[in-house]
């Protein structure tokens, strides 16, 4: 499957199939996470129930701490 995420294509296998595994996958840690699919805000109690699908745009912003 083939989505955009922050503007760049990634391609994911099946066992990638939720939001929540996108991020779990890139590493992120949700609390510090705010996600956009196809222009719509996310909740971040939806990750673990939004699919992804071909084609979806995705944007996410992180937050690092840092000084």
Known sequence: ??????GNEMTFSSEIQTI?????HL????EFSI???NQTILQKGD???T????G??????HFVGGG
């Not at 929540?20 to 779990?24: G, M």
């Not at 590493?27 to 949700?30: A, E, F, S």
């Not at 699919?51 to 071909?54: L, R, S, T, V």
């Not at 979806?56 to 912003?61: C, G, P, T």
């Open 56 to 61: 979806d745009r995705i944007e996410i912003v």
């Open 35 to 37: 996600v956009e699919v």
């Open 20 to 24: 929540e595994d996108v991020i779990t």
């Open 51 to 54: 699919p992804i699908a071909d």
């Open 1 to 6: 499957m083939k989505v955009m995420i922050n």
């Open 27 to 30: 590493q992120l840690k949700k």
């Open 47 to 49: 990750h673990a129930k």
